[in-house]
């Protein structure tokens, strides 16, 4: 068994229940393009971050610091909220109900040095639905972990086997997993299809609620990007809606993660 069963389809299943219909105000208007993402210098810059427990740890305290706001974000999310693992959950709430992966979890696994994680408020006005459970987690491994596969094996298989173990054990709820994919096996129109990493596609169907789910799963060096779109509506829903923003979302966070290794290091 896939020591990420559980740690991945708890976010899954409950990100699924877990949304609320929101009206948020206007947008502001987002600043001019951002710069290409320089993949082989954060690359590098994570491989040797990655060698010093201290600079792991600044490198987490980093991607708290720096804001992550609404003109940093893609069309239809409007906020994001860090989540503080020392501080209590809402009364009757999870972390999965809250789109990120289990804390706890995360810090049983000794090959994990740090994790940090938002929650992204998104605007059913722009993405469809009546509401939406969104996310963006970082997950920092030990890179010498992942380079035992001795140890570890392919990190990224272990997390899909994960998935499709739970997802096989899991019969109730109207939750379907549609598929794993491959987001490197494109014609490279995008730079997340240049990247090794996995697409899960999931529904929701249970008679009143709809919903449909992307989770991106992007590993840069030692750093892996977990970044959920999660739309949710009580009547019809057009799954297709939520694949656009699903790679706006991804995308945003890897380069929230470029300004924060670009930031760190100029320190």
Do not use: W
Request: charged share 20%; hydrophobic share 45%; proline share 6%.
């Amino acid at each position: 068994m896939s020591r990420f069963k559980q740690l991945t389809i708890v976010m899954l299943m409950c990100a699924m229940f877990g949304f609320a219909p929101a009206v948020f105000a206007a947008q502001d208007d987002p600043q001019d393009q951002d710069p290409p993402i320089d993949l082989a210098t954060l690359r590098a810059s994570l491989l040797e971050i990655g060698q010093d427990e201290q600079a792991t740890q600044d490198l987490a305290a980093e991607l708290v610091e720096l804001p992550l706001v609404s003109t940093n974000l893609p069309a239809g999310f409007v906020e994001a909220e860090h989540v503080d693992p020392t501080q209590p959950l809402p009364p009757e709430t999870t972390r999965g109900q809250q789109g990120v992966l289990s804390f706890e979890e995360l810090g049983a696994l000794p090959e994990i040095k740090a994790n940090v994680a938002f929650t992204v408020s998104g605007d059913p006005a722009v993405l469809g639905g009546d509401g939406s459970t969104n996310s963006l987690t970082y997950v920092i491994f030990d890179p010498m972990e992942l380079a035992d596969d001795a140890i570890t094996g392919d990190t990224l298989d272990q997390i899909e086997e994960g998935i499709e173990e739970a997802f096989d054990a899991t019969t109730t709820g109207g939750v379907k997993l549609v598929s794993i994919a491959e987001i490197d096996d494109d014609d490279d129109q995008t730079l997340l299809e240049t990247l090794n990493g996995r697409l899960v596609t999931y529904t929701l169907a249970d008679g009143t609620t709809n919903a449909a789910a992307q989770l991106y799963i992007v590993p840069i060096e030692n750093v892996f990007v977990f970044s959920l779109v999660t739309i949710a509506a009580n009547g019809p829903l057009n799954q297709d809606d939520v694949v656009a923003p699903a790679e706006n979302l991804t995308m945003a966070g890897i380069e929230h993660l470029e300004d924060a290794v670009s930031t760190l290091r100029i320190r």
